[in-house]
C-alpha cells in the first residue's frame, strides 16, 4: 500500500494481499486498487503478474510505485499447511517434534 498525490488530492494504491480462510489457508490476490480521497472511489487497476502478499511499496519520481519484497505464497501457503497438519495430529510424539 501507498500513497500517490495526484491532480485530484492524494489516491491511496492497494496491491495484492492475503485473506485467511477457515480451511486455515490463504487466498492471495494479485488485484490492485485506487482509492481516490478527492471523490471517495475505488478504481480497479492493471493487476500484478502474479499474487502477492507481505510486499513493500515505494513512490519513485511522484510517478511510479516500486513494488518489491514479498511472498508469493510459496513460503506462507507452506507453513500454514504445516501448522495446519501439526494441529490435525493425532499423535502427539509427532505433534510435539
Do not use: H
Request: net charge positive.
Amino acid at each position: 500500500m501507498t500513497l500517490v498525490s495526484s491532480g485530484n488530492g492524494r489516491d491511496l494504491y492497494l496491491m495484492g494481499g492475503r485473506c485467511k480462510t477457515t480451511s486455515g489457508i490463504s487466498i492471495m490476490y494479485n488485484r490492485t486498487f485506487m482509492y481516490n480521497t478527492g471523490s471517495d472511489t475505488w478504481i480497479e487497476k492493471a493487476r500484478l503478474p502474479y499474487p502477492l502478499s507481505a510486499a513493500s511499496a515505494l513512490l519513485v519520481n511522484n510517478r511510479q510505485i516500486a513494488l518489491f519484497g514479498g511472498d508469493k505464497g510459496q513460503i506462507f501457503t507452506q507453513i500454514e499447511r504445516l501448522l495446519r497438519a501439526a494441529k490435525e495430529e493425532p499423535d502427539s510424539l509427532k505433534k510435539d517434534f
